[in-house]
């Protein structure tokens, strides 16, 4: 459940943030959903997303229960978040430290699991930019044999 809500939450391009956020959002309590959707629309979000073409790639990289709080887990993961500013691509790599905070519900044929996502915490621990004319590859560079 946490790493489906984590995935949905913070990985999207422009043309699946809508749907993304959406699953995200019918994830959360009531409350929960109310705030966060709020706090989207203020802040013009999916609005941004789309007209800046931000693409967000989410890794998660573990995932913990706190043992001092019922369904409370620490996720910790690094997010890619790519856009281009007047013509050159930025890319933001944070890692980040992610809570969520499981509650109890009623099962029903829309949420078959019986838990709803009841608070949500993100904090940074690392992050930094790229920018400007470097360029990564995955291809190998091969070193010449050393003559004898």
């Not at 966060?36 to 967000?56: A, F, M, P």
């Amino acid at each position: 459940m946490v790493k489906h809500f984590l995935e949905r939450y913070l990985s999207y391009t422009p043309d699946s943030v809508d749907r993304n956020l959406s699953e995200a959002l019918n994830l959360m309590t009531q409350n929960l959903r109310t705030y966060t959707l709020n706090q989207l629309r203020d802040s013009d979000t999916v609005g941004k997303i789309t007209e800046d073409h931000i693409i967000s790639n989410f890794e998660i990289r573990s995932i913990e229960q706190v043992k001092t709080a019922p369904w409370t887990y620490l996720a910790f993961g690094v997010k890619e978040v790519h856009q281009v500013r007047k013509g050159t691509e930025v890319t933001d790599r944070i890692v980040g430290r992610y809570t969520v905070r499981l509650v109890e519900d009623r099962r029903t044929d829309d949420n078959p699991s019986g838990l709803l996502v009841g608070e949500y915490k993100e904090q940074q621990m690392v992050g930094d930019r790229e920018s400007g004319l470097v360029q990564h590859s995955n291809l190998e560079t091969v070193a010449p044999d050393p003559q004898p």
